[in-house]
């Protein structure tokens, strides 16, 4: 047993030398289909970062009623960070809603009317799943229905938009990246189906030898194993050229910061492995009936 | 050691081989002879399990082949061993290794299969080309190590398809030598062939078919 897996181990690299041509085909098969598959997957997350960092300034601005004492105001104001999908939030005293007050009308409202009329209240700040036009709405409701409170409100206007144009990114890079993994899967498999097809003569050999299927399917499952790393090991390092190229170009230029999602190498080594195997599965499959 | 029992077996087209009935004993070598199309292929080809019976039985070695389950076919075939007219090597390897073939999927172990194939390859004359590839030899040589890969196992039968199909009146010669030399060991050799002047001289028994029927035996 020992004898024929180390036959068979042994085997499998050296078919990778002796068919080195269709090796490094099906290798930069895989490689071009990572690159690809990478690059979307690269766009999309740093499209998800940047959209995350863009919402982050979705808020709702509270304003409690004016006869209100602090100790309650402050009270309403820890009551309102209690409701779900509220992350954080910035208590607004009279003397914090003066100096807004003057940042805006350049003028303080003491020399206007006399004295400081400007209720407290809070500007609140939303947690990534609930920054939705209709999550926001749904807690600004439930704020408006709190006792002491005069009104709450947010950009609804600029939130929905935004909203809209992200949704539409999103599902246009989803679809784009399925339609991806799904081309790629046909084309690695068919590359390694067309290379196991010229082993057609040599398959049908070993079986009159007498040879069982997993037999001879374990080279070609290693073989494909193989060229899913050297195609993962060539992909990294073309990306890693050109992410040095992105840096050098976009980031310069328009000052985004981009950032290589962690499971970029990880990810590349089990996805071209896996695209080895499939691919060299279902190729040696269709022979082995 | 091979026995036929009113075998039938046809292909789509309805061709085959019909009603067949013969045997042949442990260390035999009998010819089976007929024009192309006589069906010398399909009698092969059904004790190699590579087609079904329709009707009738077979044994080999003792053992009733007839219905054999298809998972069961691979270690059947490693107690046949298969020449062919194409030789059927494999080009990507040398010739020691198209000859350890057969002993790797038996699972044997290195030493011994080092030590069965230098022995086998020196006895059909090839131990000086043992590292060349099958496409840098003579037909006579490729054929030689298809022969070579088929007695390193001590299989109970050989098959030989038109062994000699491909090759010179000379070299055939050889070739029929090196079969003849494998009854020896209690090996039984059926070979198909139809020509019948290089048969002749050997005075062995063989098997005439004619579409599929048999003719004399």
Redesign the interface.
């Known amino acids: 047993m020992m004898s024929k897996l180390t036959f068979l181990l042994i085997e499998s690299i050296r078919a990778l030398f002796r068919a080195r041509i269709p090796a490094i085909i099906s290798s930069i098969t895989i490689a071009i289909t990572l690159v690809v598959f990478s690059s979307a997957y690269f766009f999309y997350e740093n499209m998800v970062g940047f959209t995350n960092k863009f919402t982050a300034q979705f808020n709702i601005e509270v304003f409690f009623d004016s006869g209100l004492s602090e100790s309650t105001s402050v009270q309403l104001f820890n009551d309102i960070l209690l409701i779900r999908g509220i992350e954080q939030g910035e208590f607004i005293d009279k003397e914090k809603a003066a100096s807004l007050f003057k940042l805006y009308f350049k003028d303080d409202i003491k020399n206007i009317i006399g004295n400081n009329p400007l209720p407290m209240g809070g500007n609140f700040d939303i947690s990534i799943s609930h920054r939705s036009p209709r999550m926001m709405w749904k807690i600004t409701r439930e704020i408006r229905r709190m006792n002491g409170v005069d009104e709450a409100a947010f950009q609804h206007d600029v939130v929905s938009r935004v909203d809209h144009i992200i949704d539409n990114l999103l599902g246009f890079s989803l679809v784009v990246g399925i339609a991806i993994l799904l081309i790629s899967i046909v084309l690695v498999s068919n590359t390694i189906r067309l290379i196991i097809h010229s082993k057609q003569h040599s398959i049908e050999t070993l079986h009159l030898l007498g040879a069982t299927n997993s037999f001879i399917r374990f080279p070609f499952i290693m073989e494909g194993i193989y060229q899913g790393l050297i195609g993962s090991t060539m992909a990294l390092l073309f990306l890693s050229l050109l992410y040095s190229l992105q840096a050098y170009l976009i980031e310069s230029l328009v000052r985004i910061q981009l950032v290589i999602p962690d499971m970029m190498i990880a990810g590349n080594l089990i996805v071209g492995i896996l695209l080895g195997l499939t691919g060299s599965y279902r190729g040696i499959s269709k022979y082995l009936k | 050691m091979i026995q036929f029992e009113n075998v039938t077996a046809t292909y789509a087209d309805d061709v085959g081989i019909f009603d067949l009935s013969f045997h042949i004993e442990k260390g035999e070598m009998v010819f089976l002879m007929g024009p192309t199309g006589a069906g010398k292929s399909t009698v092969l080809r059904t004790i190699?399990k590579?087609i079904l019976l329709n009707d009738g039985s077979l044994y080999i070695d003792g053992q009733d082949i007839t219905d054999m389950r298809s998972r069961k076919i691979?270690?059947?075939?490693?107690k046949?061993g298969?020449i062919f007219q194409d030789f059927?090597?494999?080009?990507?390897r040398t010739v020691f290794e198209n000859v350890a073939?057969?002993l790797?999927?038996?699972?044997?172990?290195?030493k011994e299969i080092k030590s069965k194939v230098s022995e086998i390859l020196e006895k059909v004359g090839l131990d000086s080309v043992t590292k060349m590839r099958p496409s840098q030899l003579s037909g006579g040589e490729q054929q030689r190590v298809s022969i070579a890969?088929a007695l390193v196992k001590d299989p109970v039968v050989i098959l030989a398809d038109e062994p000699t199909g491909n090759l010179d009146p000379n070299v055939s010669d050889e070739i029929l030598d090196l079969l003849e030399l494998a009854t020896n060991n209690g090996t039984s050799v059926l070979m198909s062939t139809h020509n019948f002047p290089l048969i002749r001289p050997r005075k062995k028994r063989y098997i005439e078919l004619s579409d599929g029927r048999l003719v004399q035996k």
């Open positions: 190699y590579d691979p270690y059947y075939r490693r046949i298969m059927r090597l494999i080009e990507d073939l057969p790797n999927i038996l699972g044997l172990p290195n890969r």
